[in-house]
């Protein structure tokens, strides 16, 4: 009997290309059969490059596909609940991009069809699984830094040309297809890691606010938090900085020192403690999604738990949407 998880992915774009696509075909028992893009000769184009036998233009023929048991949705997250939920409810397990979705009333949705339909859903935040994160959690647990009492986050960077393109702007600064800015892009990444650390938010406020006028949605943000086990937290993004203020730190205050990593410059972990400092390096595997993935396809065989699930992610997208929009919603 053939135990293959036979993968087809939904909107084979740049994330596909290097960070996951490849990945699939390097885990035992996972095996990539089929993309989709809706330009038939782009889609062709990728299957030819990673020797992916079918491709497709529509996403109703992937996930009717016989051979396809399960499905990766790689579409910008405005279309991810459409998908995820045509998946599940044909029987394939759902491996999904993050944000898990725009908006956290379509994260319930998914969320209610997988436990409808006893299919599982599982969300991209690799970090949960990449040696450098899992080494600041293995220090926290060891009680290295004594009991974690605040955690402080600072993003900045200048827009990219792409954000800043007034007449041909990047998707991820529209709220229609991201559900806000460039925030839920990489804030996302940092606040699921927070809670794979101390557990779920249960307080959280902010203010979000557009003040470069590039784009309509936020570009500026400042929140605060308190998580399940009492540990304080603060965040501080902005994407309008020029170069010169550039940051990109995680501090974690404990009662007996702090731990200070980033998570996109992938720079050695600092462990500052009393009169001793130490760094731990990052090793990343050469696809950074493979960790997760290998964990995903474990689950699905029923051979060990998913550390990123459906469950999971759409914790973050609630706290997202109270930093941004309040009380109000989207």
């Given at each position: 009997?053939?135990?293959?998880?036979k993968w087809g992915i939904i909107g084979c774009g740049n994330v596909t290309e290097f960070k996951s696509g490849p990945a699939f075909?390097?885990?035992?028992?996972?095996?990539?059969?089929?993309?989709?893009?809706r330009d038939d000769k782009l889609a062709e184009d990728y299957a030819h490059r990673h020797k992916v036998?079918?491709?497709y233009s529509d996403a109703d023929e992937l996930i009717n596909d016989d051979e396809v048991n399960a499905v990766y949705v790689a579409t910008p997250p405005s279309s991810h609940a459409i998908y995820a939920i045509k998946a599940m409810k044909a029987g394939k397990p759902v491996y999904v991009e993050k944000p898990m979705a725009a908006t956290y009333e379509q994260c319930r949705e998914m969320n209610l069809v997988s436990k409808e339909t006893g299919v599982p859903l599982f969300v991209a935040y690799y970090r949960r699984t990449l040696p450098g994160f899992r080494k600041v959690k293995t220090l926290l647990e060891d009680g290295t830094i004594?009991?974690?009492?605040m955690v402080n986050i600072m993003l900045l960077r200048p827009p990219t040309p792409a954000e800043a393109d007034q007449e041909n702007q990047a998707w991820r600064v529209d709220p229609e297809i991201a559900g806000g800015g460039v925030f839920y892009d990489l804030a996302s990444h940092q606040l699921d890691f927070l809670d794979f650390l101390f557990g779920p938010v249960k307080k959280v406020s902010g203010t979000s606010?557009?003040?470069g006028g590039l784009y309509k949605a936020e570009d500026t943000v400042v929140a605060q938090m308190e998580f399940g086990n009492g540990v304080l937290g603060s965040g501080t993004w902005s994407f309008i900085t020029d170069h010169s203020s550039t940051r990109d730190v995680i501090e974690i205050i404990g009662t007996k020192g702090r731990i200070e990593f980033s998570t996109y410059g992938h720079e050695p972990i600092l462990l500052f403690k009393e009169r001793d400092f130490l760094e731990f390096?990052?090793?990343n595997p050469e696809n950074?999604?493979?960790?997760?993935?290998?964990?995903?396809?474990?689950?699905?065989?029923?051979?060990?738990?998913?550390?990123?699930?459906?469950?999971?992610?759409?914790r973050t997208n609630y706290v997202m949407e109270k930093i941004v929009y309040g009380d109000s919603g989207q």
């Open positions: 009997m053939d135990n293959t998880i075909n390097k885990i035992e028992d996972s095996e990539l059969v089929a993309v989709m893009r036998p079918k491709w004594g009991r974690p009492l606010k557009n003040l390096p990052y090793i950074i999604q493979y960790n997760l993935i290998h964990n995903v396809v474990k689950s699905i065989k029923n051979e060990e738990k998913c550390v990123s699930t459906g469950e999971t992610a759409a």
